[in-house]
């Protein structure tokens, strides 16, 4: 199974007022931090959206264009995805450090998508998804991940933990802790 990791990484962070991906976390960024966590539950890492940020991971821009918010970067995601062969995306946001060691596990138990319910943007997304995906944004002005997610007969999930998520110059306090 070839597994493509997505980290999205191209919201506009209002909440938290300046880049999350570069926000640091024990002197590293946000986005390495959640690229490390991900990377031994998939086959390759791909940053989606926003500015390439990490030299060493391959950059997606969003698809079709700029400023799709998360479901850009997802869609950049599966037609990568599609088109090198692999099965699937799990996509996480770059404001996720820390991530379940079974969260791939977990997201594919269903057998078809699925995303977490407290945080939409962890998902496990087959490849065939790609085209649905570009036909959505083209039809669907709102953009929701929950409504893709609805529109893509995706599994809804609870995990007995909450995934850490950085929204806030707060939050990312309270985990640096």
């Known amino acids: 199974m070839r597994i493509l990791g997505a980290i999205l990484a191209g919201g506009q962070a209002r909440r938290f007022g300046s880049n999350k991906a570069l926000a640091t976390l024990r002197g590293e960024p946000l986005i390495a931090h959640a690229a490390r966590a991900l990377a031994p539950q998939v086959t390759a890492v791909a940053v989606c959206g926003g ?11 969003d698809r079709p264009t700029p400023g799709l918010g998360p479901l850009g970067g997802l869609a950049a995601a599966l037609a990568y995805a599609q088109e090198q062969g692999f099965d699937g995306v799990v996509s996480v946001g770059c ?9 791939v596990a977990r997201l594919r138990a269903p057998g078809g998508a699925s995303f977490l319910d407290a945080m939409p943007l962890i998902g496990w997304w087959p490849s065939a998804l790609a085209p649905a995906l570009d036909a959505f944004l083209a039809s669907d002005p709102r953009r929701s991940l929950r409504g893709w997610g609805a529109a893509a007969g995706a599994t809804v999930l609870s995990l007995p933990q909450p995934v850490p998520n950085i929204n806030t110059p707060a939050d990312l306090a309270e985990l640096a802790g």
């Open 95 to 103: 404001d996720t450090p820390r991530l379940p060691d079974d969260l």
């Open 51 to 61: 500015a390439p940020l990490l030299p060493d991971l391959l950059h997606l821009p």
